[in-house]
């Protein structure tokens, strides 16, 4: 495993341990900060663009596991079109995904 150094994107320091990392999406990207750094910055500033709430974690993992569920819901309970539906629902599961393979794998838990 090449180990990377992941640097908070409001303080520019590194982010040593998993338990301090919250990764959020914005603008399309998935960023990583210090916990302090998205409470004290974030926290609240939701928007169509800047998703404020934190893709690792508990809640992240929880919102992940609805959206795969009620993704699944939709490809199988509706038809033809719809279905395209049920892609925008994935979409969180991609971004889960990225912040784990781009950050959290790489810090100590
Ligand atoms: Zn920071």
Redesign the pocket.
């Known amino acids: 495993m090449v180990s990377k150094t992941i640097i908070?994107?409001?303080?520019?320091?590194e982010?040593m341990i998993k338990d301090d990392l919250v990764t959020v999406t914005m603008f399309f990207e998935v960023i990583p900060?210090?916990e302090?750094?998205?409470a004290s910055d974030l926290k609240g500033t939701g928007s169509f663009f800047i998703n404020s709430r934190p893709l690792n974690g508990l809640s992240g993992t929880i919102s992940t596991v609805i959206s795969i569920l009620f993704g699944l819901w939709v490809f199988f309970y509706t038809e033809g079109s719809f279905r395209l539906i049920a892609l925008f629902f994935f979409i969180p599961i991609l971004y889960r995904l990225y912040s784990y393979l781009a950050y959290e794998r790489h810090l100590e838990a």
């Open positions: 908070c994107d409001k303080c520019s320091q982010i900060y210090h302090g750094c998205y």
